[in-house]
């Protein structure tokens, strides 16, 4: 629908102008009005001519059939109260009709088919989303006498809703209509509310016992903006020609977002297959071919940078990043032991401390300081294939399961929240304000500068032990667990909120993939993953790197090193969590967009040889992309990590042999019995069940209890 | 200030669990006195003196060398941060002539030091302390003196920078005249080779008096 | 003058030791809000160019005795004028600022510092003010009030 701005000076302004609208209106251009109607300028009433010309042409001949339909609908026409609220705030102009001030609001004036045109005001103001005061200016200025204002007003308001209700999809055609009716007209003197009109009262008491409308948005309640609306709050206006009455979508420009939130569930849901899916939703930008680039001349504008995700490196860069990877995932952390989870499992360890005591002497674990990452991994793979064997006779659902070791878990998410990285403290007003025009796009952003930035994961794990049947979950996605905050109310976010460089992330070039151990298009039968076992081994290199050490010996003993560790481990354990569950999610053809409708349950082991921390984990949701007025989400994801429990206390490297020590809690006085483990031909002779462990048991059972566990 | 002994042990001393107390005093010394914040002129208490002089710096031992070293570094850095600080607000620090004074201050002690070592490495070496020098010919035929840089592993051939000694005309005539002598002496040999490579039976059996046949 | 002299050192030299080291540092501002916002235990410094992670991190350690956990170095090339900047294949660099190198310090995580603010009360506008209040003081004094300053001398009425 294009109007032709016809250059014609010679015509009277404003006779272009209503021209131009009647043009809007009828969705015909500008010339074909001129040639209906006739061209004669006369000053008064000039605008009734053109309209009345119009009338007589062919094609508006089924308008007036439209009319008469459309009057009957609109008699149970609801107002709706936001549209009533401006309506109260403002008065009607007083008519000025040959020196006589109507007042509107005296009942007893004759007011010739003002009747029939309020609901039409109303339903007209509604449907173009602007407020009826405008619609009253428009229709009062330049009009001399009542009956051509308020004639002109019907016709006007009775096409648009002819035009808005024929084309039920509520496509928002009137573009241009809209900018004419909210540019500010002369208003003459002033106006009293519609309030106070007597036929349309009842309809208001109606309204007013109405609940005001809850401000959460779904996919009936939400629908197309225009075209030129963009996503951020309108900027704040210099002069009275950029004054903007928007509505409550487009104030803030949530509107669109909104819309875009659901029509790409949309776009989702209609995708066949879940691999269609998830390259859908992927914020993966390939980079530009040599011959693109080779095509692009100098007057061409500059191909724009291809977006980036936020790597997360496979063990925490930073030193303090657990409450930036809890808001990233959006995890609430809760650190309680694990015991009333596994309550009831009652494995036997004692295979499992030979076998595992063997493997480790076999690989030359020694006291663990000096173990490389590599031989970490293959000793954890060891470890479970040790557990597994153990009970593997008791549980028979275990031979279904499926174990991958060297697994490759990637997943890529988008965050909401970043619109701070817009700030800027302006120097000479000294005040913080958002800058978005002429300023580059943060890496990782949408490009229209949303402060969603995308994430990606690429995780190496030891090992992995996967099943067809899904985990149980921990609580149900209606519960009020689900939806307990992930910080605490005194937390000040700010301290945490820094861009991604602050915390050692660097852009990730390579595409993105949504793989839990396994591909959605690759035909996995076992699909849940049942627990995964993640190697922190160069967490230690890198914590004596930060303390301005040569080795790993002092780490132990330092306060802040062990502090370091732990912090480390929990949000490793947060993240790689959250990247399994996310990427599982995927493969099931759940989306960021669609919202996943059961929950993710997972288990981890995470240790750096030493030190064990166990996690089990649930996703609850995965839409934190978007942030925004009417976007309600209060699902968190939730994990609780327990840890770190120590492999063994001492270890004798004469006779290789570890020593735990180890709190019996069945003495009354809880006295800690110091075990000693002795070669393995002495221990058959003093075999005793608390006696015999080297390893901590504690771990040991920790491992097979989460394998066995359902 | 200048003139009175620092007792900055502790800054030389490293100290690995420093409280968290300490830490905004810490800071501070990158920063002025905070009644000179805002000043367009020191006030005359608060004004530096002059810098060390040479003899007044020979007079003093090494370990207080190496102490006053430290703290000129030190009030170095603190100057440097205030002035940063001035040129982005677009102001003019007070007393600017501080950094140029602790920076002779620090020249002068470097010289100091360097003529102690260069004292013993004489006494006991025989060559002196400071950094070789070697004379190199300039694409200009200009000669300079360049400090020599060590390196792991002999030179390419030709990447080395030599000087090339300056010669009068009889000796400069003949150099060139020896090697284009050399030059054409190679280039006949090589040419005598090529001749005698492509030299055929037929040529040797019919070299005089045989009709000469060109290729046509 | 030990940093100014790159002494190799091979397998079996004691450690290199820099008695009188060279390097100067200065603390530098960043901002409250924004993409460039660091958290409080992050200090921001302008190093010299010549200066490693490693130097940095000895130098804050040993000098001034301050917790340092982690240093990221950031090279910002100086500012070119070009003769005319617009066109991209003739242009020619006419003048360019020097290199500058900024490190992000990480001090352990129970630290804070924030910038001092310097610049809010000056002297120049603290000594403008007093000037002003003295001329207003003075006027008291002066008569200031009733005296007319600006009125014709030297003109005798009769004249």
Sequence with gaps: ?710 | MWRSFPSLVSSVVRSQNAPAIRFSSTMKQFFDDEANFGKAELRPKNRPGRSWTEEELRLKSNSDLHKLWYVCLKERNMLITMKKAHISRARNMPNPERIDRVQESMDRIEAVVHERNDAVFKLETGESAAPRKRTITSFAGFTYKKQAIEHYSPPEASKKEYETPYLDDDAYMMQKLWQEKEFMKNRDRLDDEKRRETRTEDMDRFKRGAPRVFNR | MTTRLARLWQPGNPQRRVFLPDFWLAVVESPDVGRNKLPRNCVKFEVDPRMSRHDIREYLTKIYDLPVRDVRTEVQMGDITWNSKHDHQYKKAMWKDDDKKFAYVFMSKGFTFSYPKMFDSLEEDLELIKAKQQQEDLKDKLNEGYANRNRRVGRFLAV
């Excluded at chain 1, 910080?487 to 000040?492: H, I, S």
């Excluded at chain 1, 003495?667 to 080297?694: D, P, T």
């Design chain 1, 1 to 710: 629908m294009l109007v032709h701005r016809v250059q014609c000076t010679h015509y009277h302004h404003q006779l272009d102008f209503h021209a131009r609208v009647v043009a809007h209106v009828l969705h015909v251009s500008l010339t074909t009005i001129y040639h209906c109607c006739s061209m004669r300028m006369i000053h008064h009433n000039k605008q009734l001519e053109v309209i009345m010309a119009l009338q007589l042409h062919p094609t508006l001949l089924n308008l007036q059939m439209l009319i008469f339909i459309v009057r009957f609908e609109l008699e149970i026409f609801k107002i709706h109260h936001h549209v009533l609220q401006p309506l109260r705030a403002i008065k009607l102009p007083v008519l000025e009709d040959h020196h006589r001030i109507l007042d509107l609001t005296d009942t007893n004036v004759q007011i010739p088919c003002f009747q029939f045109i309020s609901p039409y005001v109303y339903a007209a103001s509604r449907t173009i989303n602007c407020t009826v005061s405008h619609i009253f200016r428009f229709a009062f200025m330049d009009s001399h006498t009542v009956e051509s204002r308020f004639y002109l007003f019907s016709v006007l308001s009775r096409t648009i809703l002819i035009i808005s209700d024929s084309f039920s999809s509520r496509i928002f055609a009137m573009h241009g209509l809209k900018r004419t009716f909210l540019i500010r007209t002369v208003c003459r003197g002033k106006a009293s509310t519609a309030a106070d009109l007597p036929q349309s009262s009842q309809d208001l008491e109606q309204t007013n016992q109405e609940d005001t409308p809850v401000k959460t948005a779904n996919a009936s309640t939400v629908y197309r903006p225009p075209y030129y609306r963009k996503p951020h709050k309108h900027h704040e206006p210099k002069h009275m020609l950029q004054e903007e009455f928007t509505n409550a979508g487009d104030a803030s420009g949530a509107g669109v977002r909104l819309f875009d939130y659901f029509k790409t569930a949309e776009m989702v849901n209609s995708m066949p297959t879940i691999k269609e899916k998830i390259d859908l939703v992927s914020p993966y930008e390939r980079p530009w071919t040599r011959a693109e680039k080779t095509w692009r001349r100098d007057w061409h504008p500059t191909l724009m940078a291809t977006r980036k995700a936020w790597g997360i490196p496979p063990t925490p860069a930073h030193f303090d990043t657990l409450d930036y990877y809890k808001y990233l995932t959006k995890t609430r952390v809760e650190n309680k032991l694990l015991d009333d989870f596994y309550q009831g499992l009652r494995p036997p360890t004692a295979d499992l401390q030979n076998s595992f005591q063997n493997t480790m002497k076999s690989m030359n674990f020694g006291d663990g300081l000096n173990f490389s990452d590599e031989d970490t991994q293959k000793l954890f793979g060891s470890l479970i294939d040790d557990a597994m064997g153990g009970i593997a006779h008791n549980v028979s659902r275990l031979s279904d399961h499926r174990v991958a070791y060297d697994v490759e878990s990637e997943a890529f998410w988008i965050r909401s929240g970043f619109m701070f990285l817009y700030d800027e403290l302006d120097i000479s007003t000294k005040k913080d304000t958002r800058r978005l025009n002429n300023f580059p796009k943060y890496i990782g952003d949408d490009r229209r500068k949303l402060g969603e930035l995308a994430f990606v994961h690429r995780d190496k794990l030891a090992a992995q032990v996967r099943s067809k049947e899904p985990s149980a979950p921990l609580f149900s996605l209606d519960s009020e667990d689900a939806k307990l905050p992930v910080f605490d109310a005194d937390n000040n976010i700010q301290e945490t909120l820094f861009s991604p460089k602050v915390y050692n992330l660097w852009p990730d070039q390579e595409p993105l993939w949504q793989c839990p151990g396994y591909h959605a298009d690759s035909g996995e039968t076992h699909t849940y993953g049942v627990l995964s076992v993640k190697s922190l081994r160069p967490l230690r290199k890198r914590i004596s790197h930060w303390m301005g050490w040569e080795n790993e010996n002092e780490l132990d003993d330092c306060e802040e090193a062990k502090q370091m560790l732990d912090d480390g481990a929990r949000s490793q354990a947060v993240i790689s969590m959250f990247s399994t569950l996310c990427a599982q999610a995927h493969t099931h053809g759940f989306t960021q967009y669609t919202d996943i409708t059961r929950p993710f349950t997972s288990q981890m082991i995470l240790s750096d040889g030493l030190n064990f921390y166990f996690a089990v984990g649930q996703l609850n949701t995965l839409a934190i992309n978007v942030e925004c007025d009417g976007f309600v989400n209060p699902r968190t994801n939730f994990i609780q990590i327990e840890g770190p429990h120590r492999l063994f206390d001492h270890y004798d490297p004469k006779e290789g042999d570890y020593q735990s020590v180890r709190e019996d809690l069945d003495v009354e006085n809880k006295v800690q019995v110091i075990i000693f483990y002795f070669s393995c031909v002495m221990s058959h002779l003093f075999l005793q069940r608390r006696a015999a462990s080297g390893l901590n048991e504690k771990v040991l059972e920790r491992v097979t209890q989460m394998l066995m566990k359902q």
